[in-house]
């Protein structure tokens, strides 16, 4: 057992493969400007990748704008949709009485389960 084992060897820590051989794919360098905090981000990407408009600034996380020619592109943000909420996309679904009426049901249901009945005090005091 003793002489088959790998003594010395950092296993899984260095990799035994080179890179002999391998031919890496063209890269292009890209920079983006913070609008907030005007710092210059680079990032690289594949030569035949289509660079989006803008990123996210590693420095403050607000959007930087790439630079072409020594310029920052206008970045249009009119093809923006809105964030719903939840409460928007509920209203999409049911009207505000039936949101109601479910509600008076639930509730009516809670309360027979905790065995309130009549009384909705009586669950507030603990009674």
Known sequence: MA???LRGM?????????EEGVVFMERTEYTYTCTV?????????????EAPEAWECRTCGAEAALV???KAVVIDHSDDKTPR??????LER???????????????????????GENPDAMLLGA
């Open 85 to 90: 909420t939840h409460w928007d996309m509920l």
């Open 68 to 70: 072409v020619n020594d």
């Open 37 to 49: 905090c005007e710092r210059d981000t680079t990032v690289v990407f594949a030569a035949d990748a």
């Open 94 to 116: 049911r009207t505000r009485p039936e949101l109601e009426e479910l509600l008076e049901e639930r509730l009516a249901y809670l309360r027979a389960r905790r065995g309130a």
């Open 3 to 5: 002489d088959r084992s």
């Open 10 to 18: 950092r296993l899984g820590a260095l990799s035994m493969q080179s």
